[in-house]
């Protein structure tokens, strides 16, 4: 059976599947920074859920990368976690 890393290294050979993979990263980052932050709080997410007044599956789907959150919840997740939010729009030009 094919690892799924081994898979995604042969498909980053064709150019539609990387233009396709290149274009998610923005949610790939966030949903990395979302998982850190409650990592390194120490909590799981039953415990970051009771803090945010939400349910362990609202969470899974935060860090699934499945919904892009609004800055209210991020708002709020960063206060669980004891971390700050930072929003940040940079120049793609050089």
């Known amino acids: 059976m094919a ?11 064709d150019a539609e ?17 979302l998982i850190a932050a409650r990592v390194r709080a120490g909590l799981t997410q039953e415990q970051l859920a009771e ?3 939400t349910t362990q599956s609202a969470i899974a789907r935060l860090e699934s990368g499945r919904r892009m959150p609004g800055i209210r919840t991020l708002e709020r997740f960063a206060t669980a976690t004891g971390a700050r939010l930072i929003v940040r729009l940079e120049s793609e030009r050089p």
């Open 17 to 33: 599947y990387r233009d396709a993979y290149d274009a998610l990263e923005p949610e790939f980052s966030l949903t990395r920074e």
């Open 51 to 53: 803090r945010m007044g």
């Open 3 to 13: 690892r799924v890393s081994d898979l995604h290294r042969d498909w980053l050979g």
